[in-house]
């Protein structure tokens, strides 16, 4: 880091700090979190040191961005949509259409068969017939700890801290984010499927709304430098705690909690 940055210095470490909290609270001692450290440290150095990509497409920060804007194209382009309004099978590579290209219209730079190949390992895509693939579900979702997986945890510890300390600061008022969380302390265990459902349907539905609003106003030319936009979005999820950690010692509340 380039010195005179002091505050993305105490940025960055709240974000350390953050992690390193969720590790100690899953019970993961020191020395043991000290490893994880040192070893990531040393791979990455030794990545840099024989590899010149780094910054090309196909790195952990940009891949989940871009397999998301994949499969948003592949559901709403409708050269992509047969006569039912399905994604069309398209090919792993080659030219269009197939998810090669696709991957390619969002960045034309670095490896996109890296990319096609990390979607199929994740379970994104799913082959039909003759070579055809289509996608799996309308969004990515990936249940293993795929390294980007894991860099998409880090980026949204990241994201919501600096949505704090933006919507704190003196200087936010105009461009102030949403920050809010709904909540109880005493949801009774027998509706624990029911919140499940209902999250899960109305949290898709608002995120749907704002995916089309923010896709609507993507710059049109993917070669600005000058003005390569900003990265924005917003992130939901839903939890539960565990039993113990959720009601402690403190007596039920009357009341539900309503939004902040």
């Known amino acids: 880091m380039k010195e005179g940055t002091g505050q993305d210095s105490k940025y960055f470490e709240a974000i350390l ?35 010149t990509s780094l910054g090309s497409a196909e790195t952990l920060s940009e891949a989940d961005a871009i397999a998301a804007a994949v499969l948003h194209k592949w559901f709403r382009d409708a050269r992509l949509l047969d ?5 069309k099978p398209l ?19 670095g490896s996109a068969k890296s990319l096609v190949r990390t979607m199929r390992a994740l379970g994104l895509v ?27 945890v880090a980026k949204s510890v990241g994201r919501y801290l600096r949505t704090v300390s933006q919507n704190t600061s003196k200087k936010s008022h105009k461009t102030r984010l949403i920050e809010r969380f ?15 459902e209902f999250s899960q349907k109305h949290g898709t539905a608002f995120l749907s709304g704002v995916d089309d609003w923010l896709e609507t106003r993507r710059q049109k030319s993917r070669s600005a430098v000058n003005s390569p936009g900003l ?30």
């Open 126 to 152: 799913e082959g039909v017939s003759r070579g055809k693939y289509v996608p799996k579900s309308r969004v990515a979702t990936v249940s293993s700890l795929h390294p980007i997986v894991i860099e998409h």
């Open 91 to 109: 090919s792993l590579y080659g030219r269009a259409p197939s998810i090669e290209s696709l991957v390619r219209s969002e960045r034309p730079k």
């Open 182 to 196: 709904a909540g109880v302390r005493d949801l009774p265990e027998k509706d624990l499927h029911a919140f499940c």
């Open 83 to 87: 006569s039912r309004t399905r994604p």
């Open 231 to 260: 990265a924005a979005g917003i992130h939901v999820f839903a939890y539960v705690e565990e039993k113990s950690a959720a009601t402690g010692s403190a007596k039920p509340s009357r009341r539900p909690a309503r939004p902040a």
């Open 17 to 51: 700090g953050s992690i390193i909290d969720f590790l100690l609270l899953g019970g993961v001692d020191a020395a043991t979190i000290l490893s994880y450290v040192t070893k990531h440290l040393e791979r990455k150095a030794i990545a840099a040191a024989t590899s």
